[in-house]
């Protein structure tokens, strides 16, 4: 098993950039697909990126794409999401979660994902 630990939410004026991070223990971080989804407040949970186990390859929900990027550093055992231009709609409680899969994929879908962090809070003001 691995475990997932988020860290690099909080408060943000519109237009602002932060960095979460997802700190990973257990197994080899490199054998598994990373994502990050967010929920907000009387929303389903939707998909926001993924990128491979290698980080050769990444995939970007449209919402975000331009303004997010998701990296990985294995030796370090941490994923990232750096984002960009922040916007209100933005706001939500961000998680990562990891799955293994095989070498060049990743998923979309939150039910193909095994391993989840607790999520951590991104508030952007107007």
């Known amino acids: 098993q691995v475990q997932l630990v988020e860290s690099g939410g909080g408060l943000v004026q519109a237009g602002g ?3 979460l991070s997802c700190a990973a223990s257990g197994r ?3 054998n598994y697909a ?3 989804f967010r ?6 949970r939707e998909f926001v990126a993924a990128i491979t186990r290698s980080g050769s ?3 970007y929900a449209d919402s975000v794409k331009g303004r ?3 990296s990985r550093d294995n030796a370090k055992n941490t994923g990232y999401l750096q984002m960009n231009r922040l916007k209100p ?3 939500a409680v961000y998680y990562c979660a990891a799955s293994e899969i095989s070498s060049g994929y990743y998923y ?3 039910y193909d994902y095994n391993y989840w962090g607790q999520g951590t809070q991104v508030t952007v003001s107007s």
Not at 39 to 44: H, L, V
């Open 57 to 59: 390859r990444v995939y």
């Open 34 to 36: 990373m994502g990050w």
């Open 28 to 30: 080899t971080f490199g």
């Open 89 to 91: 709609e933005d706001t």
């Open 108 to 110: 979309t879908a939150d």
């Open 39 to 44: 929920q907000a407040p009387g929303k389903e």
């Open 68 to 70: 997010f990027t998701i």
């Open 17 to 19: 950039s932060l960095r």
